[in-house]
């Protein structure tokens, strides 16, 4: 394992000769310094060696850690690499370091293109807890790394317990569950950092990398979503957010010594930079409406089926024209006031509760039980219809108003992203995927999405005024076509004076105009003499 490795297997001595023979730049070595961001590049299967200096006697162990946007890269102490080896896009080792020893040197590859990355090797003191240094479930005896899996409803991230802090060359503190563990006195604090919304480029992500590496700058400029005791478990679950960059982090603090170490930052998009369909480059709109047919059909058809995104989505879609299209026909047909009411009631109710769960309220662990969340859900959805049962007008134009403006956001997030969208989108997620339910929901609200809110409430005030001052000197509910269309019907048979007495019926009409079209493709024959008079 790599938790008491050296610069190879030279000893104590050989290693101290070795320093003295080290001249001071090393050709074909990159060297860094402790706490320094250093931006690198790597060529394709070649190694990137570098190598550290100076070590101070006061650091104990240190965390080296590699970032790059997306490709994996292979970090490791030994060529070829072994079990002191870390891959991905945000590897990380840690390096226990000896008595008297102060350099080491590493190693860096990528299989993949040429990769820019940004690298740090962050010191430790004796005192600071060991990231990761309770890492019984891995092949690494120190595990430093922050574990990141991710799909379209959620992103899990696990880690390995932290260690007590020890001296240079002392045993590690048993990580067994005795009484004589000391590592569970040990708290962890989760982090998050939202990039700037819509921007997946390289130079905003090693920026904000800095700002969340150290535990001084992720507790000034992270948001704490989780704090874990000793005996907690080490996974987490936030809602994942499609083309969104999140940097996440872990503090990991000693009450006892009142010292504190960060675990290696991870970072994620929701999405894929090398898919060559619905990248993070070409994001589209997942959200079909709030007519009831195309949700529930929605929801139904994905859970019952393996059917691909684009067929699901036509399928949806046109189960939800023939949703509008029945609630069009029973308005025609039957005129019902409050069975028209109750549908556009829900579809308001609907939005609402989402508004509700979409607050910090949602995280509120109570609803992580599916009866008890969607019980809630469905009786403030139902609120709405009840409240305005007496007042059909005024419910028609408050859902018309506040639904129509915030159609117009959501339209406008295919375009410009805003976390707007996910008002509706969490609770799609949340009746898709059954492991939603215990992600912790929490979206950026930053210039875009302020400038949006300000752009839904002028559309919603300005239309439910426009409306109401529309209205107000006409009937509540204006008589359904089928009446009106009776009505002028019967008032045709019996008034002779009216012009539309003497229409011809519908048959007559229909077969006069098939005569006419017969009339078109019927060539004419020739009349008289053909040739040219002569004058």
């Known amino acids: 394992m790599y938790s008491a490795l050296g610069p190879g297997s030279v000893g104590w001595v050989g290693l101290f000769l070795f320093q003295l023979a080290l001249p001071q730049t090393l050709p074909g070595l990159t060297e860094f310094k402790l706490g320094r961001f250093q931006e690198i590049t790597l060529i394709r299967n070649m190694s990137l060696e570098a190598i550290m200096l100076n070590i101070p006697e006061n650091v104990t162990f240190i965390t080296i850690q590699v970032h790059a946007q997306y490709a994996d890269m ?25 008595p008297r020893e102060s350099m080491f040197m590493w190693h860096l590859q990528t299989q993949a293109q040429n990769v820019t990355a940004m690298s740090v090797i962050l010191p430790y003191t004796s005192r600071d807890p060991v990231p990761g240094g309770c890492s019984l479930g891995s092949n690494m005896t120190i595990d430093p790394n922050l574990h990141l899996e991710y799909n379209m409803y959620e992103v899990t991230i696990s880690f390995a317990p932290a260690n007590v802090g020890y001296t240079r060359g002392a045993a590690p503190p048993t990580c067994e569950a005795t009484r004589q563990a000391t590592h569970w006195r040990l708290q962890y604090y989760v982090y998050q950092y939202f990039l700037p919304e819509g921007d997946v480029s390289e130079t905003v992500l090693f920026a904000s990398l800095q700002k969340m590496a150290e535990v001084h700058q992720v507790e000034a400029n992270g948001v704490k979503l989780f704090q874990l005791g000793g005996q907690d478990e080490t996974s987490i ?13 872990v503090i990991v603090k000693d009450p006892e010594m009142n010292t504190s170490a960060a675990y ?15 990248n993070c480059y ?12 195309a949700f529930l059909s929605f929801v139904l058809i994905t859970r019952t089926s393996s059917l691909g995104y684009s067929v699901v989505l036509s399928l949806t879609s046109a189960l939800g024209l023939v949703g509008g299209g029945l609630m069009v026909v029973i308005w025609w047909r039957f005129g019902s006031v409050p069975l028209s009411m109750l549908l556009v009631g829900l579809v308001l109710g609907f939005l609402l509760s989402s508004m509700v769960i979409f607050t910090p309220v949602g995280n509120i662990k109570v609803f992580q039980d599916d009866s008890v969340f969607w019980v809630t859900f469905m009786g403030l959805a139902l609120l709405v219809p009840l409240l305005f049962f007496s007042c059909p007008r005024v ?5 018309c108003g506040i639904i129509g403006s915030y159609a117009v956001i959501l339209a406008i997030h295919t375009f410009v992203f805003t976390s707007l969208a996910y008002i509706t ?21 930053q210039k875009n999405d302020f400038i949006l809110i300000s752009v ?9 005024i426009f409306q109401f001052a529309r209205e107000k000197d006409e009937l509540v509910f204006p008589p359904h076509p089928y009446q009106t269309w009776k009505r002028e019907r019967e008032r045709r048979k019996t008034n002779v004076l009216d012009p539309s007495h003497h229409v011809p019926p519908i048959k007559e009409r229909v077969r006069n105009a098939l005569a006419t079209c017969k009339q078109l493709f019927i060539k004419q024959q020739p009349v008289g003499e053909q040739t040219p008079l002569l004058l």
């Open 237 to 249: 679950r936030v809602t994942s957010i499609r083309g969104q960059g999140v940097i996440y982090n």
């Open 74 to 98: 292979t970090l490791s102490l030994k060529i070829p690499a072994n079990v002191s080896s870390t891959l991905g896009p945000d590897p990380s080792l840690l390096l226990s370091l000896k």
């Open 282 to 293: 070409t994001l589209s709109l997942f959200f079909f409406g709030f007519i009831i047919l």
């Open 456 to 464: 839904w409430m002028v559309l919603l005030v300005t239309g439910v």
């Open 395 to 399: 419910l028609n134009i408050l859902a």
């Open 264 to 278: 290696t930052l991870v970072h994620v998009y929701g999405c894929s930079f090398t898919a060559k369909v619905d």
């Open 425 to 445: 989108l969490n609770i799609l997620k949340r009746a898709l995927n059954d492991d939603f339910k215990v992600a912790y929901s929490n979206v950026p609200f």
